[in-house]
């Protein structure tokens, strides 16, 4: 097996007498994007410094590419990472002097980058003002530009999309997709349950800075039902085809992952010969706020004996208002 990227064992971390990391444990391999989600005050930000070499564990261990970074700092030459967003920049400078000066000190990158990680981050137009004058949103851009500059094996954002318009928080999360397809591992927190089902790998679940729950979200986005006159029967037939990896019953649906990419159009006709109707065949669109909403809720119950406000639940997955200044704006 592949050594992964980010393996994390058995972390905690306590100020003082107060737990903000408990016993926590995950990996992430090369060419995934892992998601920290949870409440506010659920410990997602000093996880990330954690993993990021910026703050020391009280127990357990970090590796980044098969290596501590607090025994060996070098390996954050292969890190990019925004940490406590928004990313801190010289307002007298431009967002090209900034960058230049993040080069700089990372090594030397060329103008040529600078201006692709700009046009990226579609920030071309802005390039020449000074940051003072950015909205919170492109400050926000600026720093997912900043570490993708020097080509990261690894890349570690803390919110990188906050105080973002739906367009700029699309376009983050189609820069952090195209990074994970060239290899790159991507660990993030966010807030955007609803967004991340399309393009993250797994998500993390923390309440009370521990591991809750780890969702696989390449399997629920192969995820397909169909409605059927027999629900048991169709779910008995489909087991045995070996183009599905797994069916299960759900009311008078079928739920269905395919192991093969012609397997959905292949259902129809095996239902037919078998005489089992068929209503509907679709997408199974997974609801990760409701399921998140849920193991937190559980969590809550368990832990207290008292079923919380799911409301309050609710809450604490939106994202924080929005920052002085008004919202992003379009350079």
Request: with cysteine; glycine share 8%.
């Amino acid at each position: 097996m592949p050594t992964p990227a980010i393996e994390v064992d058995h972390l905690s971390k306590r100020y003082g007498a107060r737990p903000i990391v408990r016993d926590l444990s995950f990996t992430v391999n090369a060419g995934e994007v892992y998601a920290l989600v949870g409440p506010n005050g659920a410990g997602k930000t000093t996880v990330i410094r954690l993993v990021s070499g910026l703050a020391f564990p009280s127990a357990g261990r970090v590796r980044m590419l098969g290596v501590d970074p607090h025994q060996d700092p070098s390996v954050r030459r292969r890190l990019g990472a925004v940490v406590e967003a928004p990313a801190a920049f010289y307002p007298y400078l431009t967002g090209r002097g900034n960058l230049r000066l993040h080069g700089r000190l990372a090594g030397g990158v060329d103008d040529d980058r600078i201006d692709e990680v700009l046009d990226m981050m579609e920030l071309g137009n802005a390039a020449e003002r000074k940051v003072g004058v950015y909205s919170l949103g492109m400050r926000q851009r600026l720093g997912v530009a900043a570490a993708m500059l020097m080509r990261p094996e690894v890349l570690i954002l803390d919110e990188p999309a906050s105080g973002m318009d739906p367009l700029s928080l699309h376009l983050v999360h189609s820069v952090l997709r195209d990074a994970a397809a060239s290899g790159t591992a991507v660990l993030l927190s966010t807030h955007h349950l609803d967004e991340v089902v399309a393009y993250c790998t797994r998500v993390a679940i923390l309440e009370e800075g521990a591991l809750i729950d780890e969702v696989n979200l390449l399997d629920r986005r192969e995820r397909f039902r169909v409605w059927v006159g027999e629900a048991h029967r169709a779910k008995a037939l489909l087991d045995t085809q070996p183009w599905i990896r797994h069916a299960a019953v759900r009311g008078e649906e079928v739920v269905f992952i395919p192991s093969q990419s012609d397997a959905v159009g292949r259902v129809s006709a095996v239902l037919a010969e078998a005489d089992i109707e068929l209503y509907e065949l679709t997408r199974d669109i997974f609801d990760l706020r409701g399921y998140y909403r849920e193991r937190v809720s559980n969590e809550r119950v368990r832990r207290s004996g008292v079923r919380g406000s799911r409301v309050e639940s609710a809450r604490a997955v939106e994202p924080p208002p929005e920052a002085p200044g008004g919202p992003e704006e379009t350079p």
